[in-house]
C-alpha cells in the first residue's frame, strides 16, 4: 500500500465562477422558455434541457475538482476535467521557485491550449508566449510554485504550503 500525501490547493475567489455559472445558467434557461412553444414534442427539446443541465456541471466540476497528491514516486495532480502523473524523478526540483506571476512576467501564462481559464482561475494545458508547455493549476497568482520537469514542461500550482510539497519532493529525489 502506498502512502499517499495530499497538499491543498489555495482556493480560489469564486466571484468571477460564480458570476459566470448564474449567466450560463440563465441563458440557457432564457433559451428554454422562448423557444419552449417551437421545441415541444421535438428532439430539439432534450438537447436543450442536456445543454442547460451539463453546462452548468460542468463549470462546477471545473472549479471544484482540484487535488494534488503525492503518491509515492508519482505526483499526481487533477485540474478540473483535466489531470497529470509526473514521476517525481523527472521533476528539476532544485530548480523549482515560488513566484507572484504578476511580477514575474518569465512565469505568464500564455495560450490555453486545453483547460479552463477565467480570472482568478486557470486549469489545464497551457503554452507561454515563447512556447513552453505549461500544466497549471493557478488559484492565486501571488504564490505559484512552479516546477520544472527534464522535458521542459513547467507545473503551475497555488497550494496553501507550495514549500511543503517541495520538501516532499525533495525528500523523494534524495531517497531514489
Request: net charge positive; hydrophobic share 50%.
Amino acid at each position: 500500500m502506498s502512502n499517499v500525501r495530499k497538499f491543498d490547493v489555495t482556493p480560489p475567489d469564486l466571484r468571477i465562477p460564480a458570476l459566470i455559472f448564474i449567466a450560463v445558467l440563465l441563458t440557457l434557461t432564457g433559451v428554454l422558455a422562448m423557444g419552449w412553444h417551437q421545441l415541444v414534442g421535438s428532439s430539439a427539446l432534450w438537447v436543450v434541457i442536456a445543454a442547460a443541465l451539463i453546462a452548468p456541471a460542468l463549470i462546477l466540476i471545473t472549479v471544484f475538482r482540484r487535488k494534488v497528491m503525492l503518491d509515492g514516486e508519482t505526483l499526481k495532480i487533477v485540474a478540473g476535467l483535466n489531470r497529470t502523473s509526473i514521476p517525481t524523478s523527472s521533476l528539476l526540483t532544485n530548480q523549482a521557485r515560488i513566484v507572484d506571476l504578476d511580477t514575474s512576467t518569465e512565469y505568464r501564462l500564455g495560450i490555453k491550449s486545453f483547460g479552463t481559464s477565467m480570472p482568478g482561475y486557470h486549469a489545464g494545458h497551457f503554452r507561454q508566449i515563447g512556447g513552453n508547455k505549461v500544466f497549471a493549476l493557478v488559484t492565486d497568482k501571488r504564490r505559484v510554485l512552479v516546477l520544472p520537469e527534464r522535458d521542459g514542461r513547467l507545473l503551475m500550482l497555488s497550494l496553501e504550503k507550495p514549500q511543503a510539497l517541495l520538501d516532499a519532493l525533495q525528500r523523494s529525489a534524495h531517497t531514489q
